[in-house]
């Protein structure tokens, strides 16, 4: 079945880097557009960035310049590798496959001094 496994998560002091994966299963990893989405306390789920098949990526507003998502065909993997971070970026980090409608358990990244 389609699993989403994301990790990487932790706390980070504002301004630091911090580096999320997400090892995805279950589907042709190589044929889909993937996407990270946020969720931060008592908020709904918000895009961050998503990165086509072919490699072409996209950001959010408030990510672009600080974010950059890659991709691994070879080894299923998303990317996602967040530089100065914010205390608002504090949120739990989701990858998903376009269109498909299948969420990972998340990974909670805590910006914070």
């Known amino acids: 079945q389609v699993q989403f496994v994301e990790s990487g998560g932790g706390l980070v002091q504002p301004g630091g880097p911090l580096r999320l994966s997400c090892a995805a299963s279950?589907?042709?990893?190589?044929?889909?557009?993937m996407r990270w989405h946020l969720q931060a306390p008592g908020k709904e789920r918000e895009f961050v960035a998503t990165i086509t098949s072919a490699g072409g990526p996209w950001y959010a507003h408030s990510v672009k310049g600080r974010f950059t998502i890659s991709r691994d065909n070879a080894k299923n993997t998303v990317y996602l590798q967040m530089n100065s971070l914010k205390p608002e970026d504090t949120a739990v980090y989701y990858c998903i496959a376009a269109g498909m409608g299948y969420w990972g358990q998340g990974t909670q990244v805590t910006v914070s001094s």
């Open positions: 279950g589907f042709t990893f190589r044929r889909y557009t």
